[in-house]
């Protein structure tokens, strides 16, 4: 299967998971048309995501996870009732790039907890990818703030590593822009970004850049409050005077993030810092506005090369409903030269407040 089927399936399970049962079939049949290996693909999607609870802590990602549960390691995971450390696991209920998540019972506290389980073979063939694993765990463990989700235990159980984490039920934004789905409000919107800016403000004071900002990684409860998720990718960032942490480095030349939503330095291989996290949030913030990314392409080329070159338009006229209050915010965030952008996450605070009050 060529890269770009592969990711053509993964977009195309993406929008079909969201419809109900019933009216997949249809929809399936009205975008595959002919092509039997696209549509052979996606059911495999589907298939394999049946097996995982919707709402879940995490939403996987759908080109590299949802495949992934059709390969062997799923039949390596822990069964239900498995013990890690003071956690008995439940059902699965999500995965992300790192591992698969379980909703887990915390046997000395007698709370909810999530638990995020790397598989062995993962680990045996990629010592990286267990390096990167105890990263995040470091790495949010080191956050306190209501807006990013609590680590609670990180250690090694039964030959697998495992981190125990704050059970958070809600949807994430990818899910609430799917199909079917209203586009939120000029006021919510500030709201979800002011919340994810707070999360940032505190991890980038510890010196800590997420890299992999969102919608999947950003989850709104029902009461409305915004939770930050995954901090796989987080890098301790290199301060004066003060030495990075190894431990925290992702490996020299390697691109850290999600496509759609890298900035304008990752992709350039430049110094990565809090202007970079805030660049990743305007991607989303635009998206949340009109409903479409502002950078798109054919190929992981197509899209480096109009995130560095390519220039959005103003999302009220993408969608005039909107009004015109968050276009220059957004197109700020959206700067290709980092010293035009907002330069802190309490900038940003402070304009989407003042925006919210005029």
């Known amino acids: 299967m060529t890269p770009e089927l592969y990711r053509h399936a993964s977009d195309l399970f993406n929008k079909l998971r969201e419809l109900p049962e019933a009216e997949r079939s249809v929809a399936l049949d009205t ?3 002919a092509n039997g290996e696209l549509r052979a693909q996606v059911l495999r999607m589907l298939d394999a995501d049946r097996e995982v609870t919707s709402g879940s802590f995490l939403q996987h990602r759908a080109m590299e996870d949802a495949a992934r549960l059709v390969t062997p390691d799923s039949l390596e995971l822990p069964p239900t009732g498995a013990v890690f450390g003071n956690y008995v696991l439940g059902k699965r209920i999500g995965e992300g790039g790192m591992g698969v998540v379980f909703e887990a019972r915390d046997t000395h506290l007698d709370r909810r907890v999530a638990v995020k389980i790397l598989p062995p073979s993962f ?3 990629d010592s990286q990818r267990v390096q990167r694993f105890q990263r995040e765990a470091r790495a949010a463990s080191m956050l306190n703030h209501p807006n990013i989700v609590s680590v609670f235990d990180a250690d090694f159980g039964q030959g697998r590593c495992y981190i125990a984490m ?4 809600g949807k994430t934004l990818r899910q609430l822009m799917a199909p079917g789905h209203r586009l939120p409000d000029a006021n919510t919107i ?3 970004i ?7 403000t505190v991890a980038h004071q510890a010196n800590i850049i997420h890299r992999d900002i969102k919608p999947e990684n950003l989850m709104v409860r029902e009461d409305g409050f915004v939770k930050v998720l995954d901090f796989g990718l987080a890098k301790l960032r290199e301060t004066d005077g003060a030495a990075t942490g190894p431990e925290l480095n992702t490996h020299p030349g390697g691109l850290a993030g999600t496509v759609h939503y890298v900035s304008p330095e990752q992709i350039l291989g430049q ?3 809090p202007r970079s996290d805030l660049f990743s949030l305007g991607v989303v913030a635009y998206e949340l506005a009109t409903g479409t990314r502002p950078f798109e392409g054919p190929t992981d080329g197509a899209v480096f090369n109009s995130i560095l070159h390519h220039h959005p338009p103003p999302p009220s006229t993408v969608r005039p409903a909107l009004g015109t209050e968050l276009d220059a ?3 700020r965030l959206l700067e290709k030269d980092p010293e035009l952008r907002f330069q802190t ?3 940003l605070r402070s304009s989407c407040r003042r925006v919210s009050r005029d």
């Open 31 to 33: 975008a595959c048309g």
């Open 123 to 125: 680990a045996a063939d």
């Open 166 to 169: 704050e059970f958070v039920e």
């Open 190 to 192: 500030l709201e979800w």
């Open 194 to 200: 002011t919340q994810a800016a707070a999360a940032l």
């Open 271 to 273: 110094a990565v810092g």
């Open 329 to 331: 915010l957004i197109l």
């Open 345 to 347: 996450a309490v900038d």
